[in-house]
């Protein structure tokens, strides 16, 4: 059964280590997740999924103050683990704790060959408004999406 709850410290060894098979091209570091994590609950939330005590996802959004838009920083999901609901759960998550902190707006970006995720955006009422060119690394576009919320 999987189960959510707020990261801790010891997971980040995990968190970059997916990090580096998810997003080979530009994984988050330690430090980076160091940095997140400070942000925690203030400007940032970040929940992780489990199954059985084992991380098998992972999101994050950032929220700098009220009224503006929420950048959600990654949605990620062992690809073992997709499609069973995890990532439509953590937006679910972030787009509740983003509208609590009264956010205008949410946006993303996701890679543009990520057909799935990109039909669960849409599902949600994410808009494509852009791309942006070698994202994820050379050739590796992205879409920016955005969804408003007031």
Known sequence: MITY????????????????E?????????????????GIPTTRFMSVAEDE???VGYCGVFLPAP????????V???????????AKEFMRQIEQWSAEREASAMMLEVEISNESAIKLYESLGYMKISVRMDYY???QDAHVM???LS
């Open 22 to 38: 998810l997003f080979p091209y530009s994984p988050w570091s330690t430090s980076q997740f160091k940095e997140e994590f400070a």
């Open 146 to 148: 955005r969804k408003q």
């Open 5 to 20: 709850r707020q990261p801790i410290a010891l997971d980040i060894p995990v968190l970059a280590a997916y990090e580096k």
């Open 76 to 86: 990620a999901v062992l690809p073992s683990y997709r499609r069973q609901g995890i």
């Open 53 to 55: 005590n084992t991380i």
């Open 67 to 74: 009224g503006v838009e929420a950048d959600i920083l990654t």
């Open 137 to 139: 690394g050379p050739g």
